[in-house]
């Protein structure tokens, strides 16, 4: 098949789909999404049943500045779609043994604190009697925490985008080239003509990049949604926080039945395209032993879920936001290590910005795609942590 179009977007997460959308509101483009499972796939690093939302990134003013940004255009999208996306609930970030955890926990409080955004600190009894399910001497609760409905808001951002005019197709892009004109290939042996092009593929990314351009590592996430043995009304989104312990976090029961609870530490660098897609008993447990000492009535749960899902990790955990230095044509959205989801509705309007020449509206030299450019260190210990 030959097909043309303005604007080619390869990928179609949530950050495809988010930019899909976009586009189609600001312009009468004709544009082109394609994605080599289709969109909404399980291999996917956005169709899971939630995400985090908060406010609360250690000393990093920037992701936290995002953030409230970002806050408004979902608020926006809900309200423009009639359909719940985030589910306000706080995050609760619980005082464990570990002392980065810690120390990240306490920079986030003093951070939200500084500019004004409403954080508070429990202690002792003041814990135990809001929030009798979990079980810590302290915790900061950053107020703007909240449940993300994420493959909810995967299909919202999709159907939005085909309501608008967007093509969508279930194809593989194997190659694509910007000289003399942009050309992408696809594996089922089409051509596509583009006079622009978004890459958005996730964990699939290093296939597509050349030479000194940033690269990132996927690596293989294990995720378990816990049934409360006891209580189950504390767990729901009404009466329970998104929240952090030592090296875990966890959602209340938001579009499942089960409380997820997640490892956000683990590091096993995996081929996107052979990675092993179940859960290990031996997370199962870990889970469990956190639970145990943090929300003891989870620690005994029904697994009534398991998931793996795929991080796009750069060096430093910051995004790939930018143009081929080369190709002006070509924009790439990548790199969102374990964290981009709060942020989709941003991103999607940054890459539109770049994809039709606007000024972007939030300076973007941290997300640099040359690797020369990028900043050596992230300030904060936990970033890019799944949540
Ligand atoms: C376990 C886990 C927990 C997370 N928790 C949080 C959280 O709580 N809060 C938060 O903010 N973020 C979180 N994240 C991060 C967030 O989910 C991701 O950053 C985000 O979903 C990435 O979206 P994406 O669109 O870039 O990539 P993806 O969703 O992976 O989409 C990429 C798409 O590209 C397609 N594709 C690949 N190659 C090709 C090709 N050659 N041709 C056509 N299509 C192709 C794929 O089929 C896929 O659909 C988490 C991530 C994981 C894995």
Request: hydrophobic share 35%; charged share 25%; aromatic share 8%.
């Amino acid at each position: 098949m030959h097909l043309e179009t303005d604007v080619c977007i390869v990928g179609g997460g949530i950050m495809g789909a988010a930019t899909a959308y976009t586009i189609s509101r600001m312009t009468e483009n004709r544009i082109l999404l394609l994605d080599r499972y289709g969109v909404g796939n399980d291999y996917c690093s956005s169709n899971d049943i939630n995400r985090v939302f908060r406010y609360a990134y250690g000393s990093d003013q920037y992701y936290t500045k995002m953030a409230i940004e970002t806050l408004g255009l979902w608020t926006k999208l809900e309200k423009e779609t009639n359909h719940e996306l985030l589910i306000p609930t706080g995050l609760l970030m619980l005082e464990g043994d570990d002392d980065r955890a810690n120390k990240f926990n306490e920079s986030s409080f003093r951070t939200l604190t500084k500019l004004e955004l409403g954080a508070h600190m429990y202690e002792g009894p003041e814990l135990k009697e809001h929030f009798p399910q979990f079980q810590a001497e302290n915790a900061f609760f950053d107020p703007h925490g909240g449940v993300l409905l994420a493959s909810k808001s995967l299909k919202t951002f999709a159907s939005e985008a085909r309501n608008h005019g967007v093509k969508i197709l279930k194809k593989k892009v194997t190659k694509f080239r910007d000289k003399p004109s942009l050309e992408i290939e696809t594996a089922e042996g089409d051509r596509v003509q583009a006079k622009k092009m978004v890459v958005t593929v996730g964990p699939w990314t290093n296939a597509h990049l050349k030479n000194g351009l940033t690269g990132i590592t996927p690596t293989r996430q294990q995720l378990v949604y816990l049934k409360p043995s006891r209580d189950p009304e504390r767990f729901k989104p009404s009466s329970c926080p998104v929240f952090f312990t030592d090296h875990h976090y966890g959602l209340p029961a938001a579009g499942i039945n089960g409380v997820k609870i997640s490892n956000k530490e683990l590091i096993d660098p995996v081929d996107p395209e052979t990675a092993r897609r179940s859960v290990d008993q031996e997370q199962i447990e870990q889970c469990r032993d956190a639970c145990r000492r943090f929300v003891p009535s989870l620690a005994e749960g029904e697994v009534v879920q398991t998931k793996v899902c795929l991080y796009d990790m750069t060096e430093n955990s910051d995004f790939v936001i930018d143009r081929d230095p080369d190709h002006h044509d070509i924009v790439y959205g990548y790199g969102f290590s374990g964290h981009g989801f709060k942020f989709a509705p941003l991103v999607g309007k940054l890459l539109a910005e770049l994809v039709l020449d606007l000024d972007p509206s939030l300076d973007l030299s941290r997300f640099s795609v040359q690797k020369s450019e990028r900043k050596r260190q992230i300030t904060s210990g936990q970033l890019g942590k799944g949540e």
